[in-house]
């Protein structure tokens, strides 16, 4: 089989690149076929604003790019990752003009939410959730803090709303979380179509010790990561504690300074993978303060496989993903002394602690291995390719009847 993978990357790498090049990786090692296809938010300048917005709503040069490169590399699937804001979803009518196999992971909220994280105003905010037009996050300028910007997210949503892109032209949509999916079904998009799967880390990093004396905070610095409620905590507790945060994103000074001010916090920055992956097992607990609806978390799982627990809000995803008492702590979200107490409880009660490592590392033996991931996304594909209107030609015919086809147009939205 042989697969197109699509993504726009962001200018600070985050889950959902990490997740991205995870894919790919393990379909390689299976023996797949995966080329992937990427393009760069550092682009974003060089265009400008007006033909970044207009071409996040139908970009023609990607539209025949991918096209192109689907004709000429013979794929099965194009399996998009990230299309906003470069690619647009004319990638998606590309690969229906192509006959292949169509999957859309869904990593944010984009297509409900302007900002993508249907959180606003340090809570969660479902205003614009199934609305035609997202008017709500329009005017409160949601995106970027820019009315302008906003209105071209919220164009690109409505436009293939109307188009039926999500509908007509993508054979499988994939959710991360059973919650993240009921989110994407009031929003519109199509039940029958979306399926889920979760991340995965691979290889197995194996178990850590836990021996570190201190708890870890690993993420993108940003409002809706929680961290005001994380650094409030330490401030609660009775005895300074250590705390190492690792990440970096718009709140990094802040971190910094608050760091120097708060006893037993240190701030690291950002650190390459198999460092952290050796802070996690060192860990006491990773803390996953999120604030909003976490399409997943992937850190969590990166914890578990390290057999540490996670101390995370009562929210979302973060209420199933974590199980209160066998793989880690709830709290209510955005309560800082109740983090504090959790932390405390951690102290206190070693033995207790001792048997939620070892679930920890369970839940992430039986969830979360590349295998049972590969077999998951080999079903996606294949249901993927039993959903085309057409039976899959054979590989020797495919250039011939692609050539030959006449086919409708897509719509040029970019004049």
Known sequence: MNILMLHNRYLIRGGEDESTQAEARLLREHGLTVDLFELSNAQVEALGP????????????????VRRRLREGRYDILHVQNFFPLFSPSAHH??????????????????????????????????????????PGVRRGCYRGSRSATLAVAAMSAAHRLLQTWQTQVDVLVALTEFARQKYIAGG?????????????????????????????????????????????WKNLGDPIALKIVGDGPLAEWVR??????????????RPLGETQELMGQARALIFPSEWYETFGRVAIEAFARG???????????????????????????????????????????????????????EYLAHYTGAANFRALLEIYERALSR??????????RQQNRATESRRPAPDLSK
């Open 94 to 135: 590309a690969g229906r003009a192509e006959g292949v196999g169509v999957v859309q992971t869904l990593r944010n909220y984009r297509l409900l939410c302007p900002n993508a994280y249907l959180f606003r105003d340090s809570a969660p905010c479902e205003d614009c959730l199934g609305k035609p037009f997202a008017w």
């Open 189 to 233: 998009l199509p039940t029958e179509r979306l399926v889920v799967k979760p991340n995965f880390v691979d290889p197995d990093p194996g178990p850590g010790s836990g021996g570190g004396n201190f708890f870890l905070f690993v993420g993108r610095l940003s409002p809706e990561k929680g961290l005001s409620t994380l650094l409030a905590a």
């Open 257 to 270: 300074t608050s760091a120097d001010q708060i006893p037993g916090v240190e701030y690291l920055g950002r």
């Open 308 to 362: 540490t627990p996670v101390i995370a809000p009562h929210l979302g995803t973060m209420a199933s993903l974590v199980t209160h008492g066998r793989t880690g702590l709830h709290y209510p979200p955005g309560n800082a002394q109740a983090l504090a107490e959790r932390v405390e409880w951690v102290l206190d009660h070693p033995a207790e602690w001792e048997q939620m490592r070892k679930a920890a590392r369970a």
């Open 388 to 397: 085309r209107d057409a039976p899959v030609p054979a590989r020797n015919d």
């Open 50 to 65: 007006l033909r970044t917005g207009l071409g996040a709503i139908w970009s023609q040069a990607t539209y025949q790019q």
